[in-house]
């Protein structure tokens, strides 16, 4: 075997994969402080096709440089806003019928490898601050909380680590 060349990774160029029919999931980052996880949930997003990334609260937006260095330039393909309340937003989108998915160690959680999701289901995942987690009102109010399983000493993942395993699951399985 051989690695691939730079002709062979490319895919598409900005415009084209801002045509592309995208995953009807979008990811809400509750209140997450660092630049360089919104950045690397860019990227991830737009590696899975994310329809939207949403930053609430306190999390960072582009134009940043900490945001640049990890996205890579995610941060001009996949679709991004801001707003000032996680807790509203998931309320609004929850109205419209979205489904509500948390990344959050909860008794009565789905292990993420037993979750499946519907393909014509819209489902907004919500992941959180780093020390903190997703706000307990908005886990109030989650149709399901998603835990990876995990086996070490630590009890938790980086949140855009956490965020890239939840998505693969979403998207692929």
Known sequence: MRKKNIIELTHCDL????????VPVRVLCDNVRSMHNIGA?????????IEEVILGGISGCPPHPEISK?????E?????????????????????GWRIAVLEQTIGSVALNEFRRDPEERLLLVVGNEV??????????????????????????????????ALWQIVFL
Do not use: M
């Open 15 to 22: 415009e084209s994969y801002r045509r592309l029919d995208k």
């Open 41 to 49: 949930i860019f990227r991830t997003s737009d590696a899975f096709l």
């Open 70 to 74: 990890t996205a890579l330039g995610a």
């Open 76 to 96: 001009e393909s996949v679709a991004w806003r801001h707003v000032d309340s996680s807790l509203a937003e998931v309320e609004r989108l929850k109205g419209e």
């Open 132 to 165: 903190e987690g997703v706000d307990q009102r908005i886990v109030d109010i989650a149709d399901t909380c998603l835990e990876i399983p995990q086996y070490g000493t630590k009890h938790s993942l980086n949140v855009s680590c956490s965020a890239a395993i």
